[in-house]
């Protein structure tokens, strides 16, 4: 593996958290029902389960391999790749940071087949036998790029980060089944069953009960709901994203129900046209820019005011 790809694919694979949306953003773009992610060691061990279209030996190789066959070839790719946020880059760039192990299993076939993979060069490649679908085991994550290693947060803070985006993906895909695991401990099981299913699958009944539906979204009782800074979700077109304009607008909304320490528990889902927005597709974290944000941020504290006071009468 070259110099070059590695120092890439260090910037692709910023930390677990944002590895780990990769890998759930593959398996929910395989049609998977069910996803079950455990993660271990502060989250340089992270295992991934899932059973959707699977691949064949073709595809597998395919898939670890495109970073060092096209994209890194010239000056220009390179540049590329940094500015268009790494599309295609993700399982070899793992590959290149860690030691992974893909196993994977198409319908039709008798047999899945397994690569391993050590700091980018493969190591294993032979016939496994599995169901359908795809496990994608990462090791001893960044044992090759002591400077990413260096950056790891303490084992709690890249958990926590981890939870915060699986819930987020979990959420913007409540028909599938996802399951977080971390440190052999199960955090949470969705069960598939839509969006109220895994608001209490994931939040727990009383968050549930105490939640109001309201023309964009869900809106938690300010005293009821146990809530912190993150407690506000949003999604654009059923993806999870940040924007300082709608929690602003949540925030004011709130205003007067804000006692110190006390946050509000929201989830906003937009359907906007996309020509009217703007992602900026940093690696790890989408912060997203609408062509009108006052716009934005009136419709939505117009609405929150409207519920807050029913709330009050
Ligand atoms: P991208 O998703 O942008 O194509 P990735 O590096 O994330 O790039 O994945 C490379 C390819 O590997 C994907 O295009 C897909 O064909 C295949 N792949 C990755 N993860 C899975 C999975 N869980 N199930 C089936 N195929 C997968
Ligand atoms: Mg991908």
Avoid: Q, W
């Amino acid at each position: 593996e070259s110099v070059a790809n590695i120092i890439a694919a260090g910037e692709v694979v910023e930390n677990p958290a944002s590895m780990i949306k990769e890998l759930l953003e593959n398996s929910l773009d395989a049609n998977s029902t069910y996803i079950k992610i455990e993660v271990k060691s502060g989250g340089r061990y992270v295992k991934i389960n899932d059973n959707g279209d699977g691949m064949d030996e073709e595809d597998l190789l395919l898939s670890v391999e495109r970073h060092a066959t096209s994209k890194i070839s010239t000056k220009e790719d390179l540049y590329n790749l940094f500015t268009y946020g790494f599309r295609g880059e993700a399982l070899s760039s793992i590959g290149a940071v860690s030691k992974m192990t893909i196993s994977s299993k198409k319908e039709n076939i008798e047999n899945g087949n397994l690569v391993a993979i050590t700091g980018g060069k493969i190591t294993n490649l032979k016939e496994c036998s599995m169901g359908k679908g795809t496990e994608i085991e990462i090791k001893e994550l960044f044992f090759n790029t002591p400077a990413r290693l260096k950056f790891l947060r303490k084992a709690n803070t890249e958990y926590g980060n981890i939870k915060d985006i699986v819930i987020r993906e979990a959420l913007s895909n409540p028909e599938v089944s996802i399951v977080l695991v971390i440190e052999n401990k199960e955090v949470f099981r969705t069960s598939g069953r839509g969006m109220e299913n895994a608001i209490l699958d994931i939040f727990g009944r009383n968050t549930l009960k105490n939640l109001k539906k309201f023309k964009y979204g869900y809106l938690g009782n300010i005293s009821l709901v146990k809530s912190n800074k993150d407690s506000i979700y949003i999604f654009v077109n059923g993806r999870p994203v940040k924007s300082k304009i709608v929690e602003k607008a949540i925030l004011d909304g709130y205003y007067t129900k804000l006692m110190k320490g006390k946050y509000p528990f929201a989830l906003i889902f937009l359907k906007l046209d996309p020509k009217t927005i703007d992602i900026n597709v940093h690696p790890s974290k989408k912060i997203v820019k609408f062509e009108d944000e006052e716009n934005i941020y009136n419709l939505i504290l117009e609405e929150i005011n409207l519920i807050l006071k029913e709330d009050e009468e």
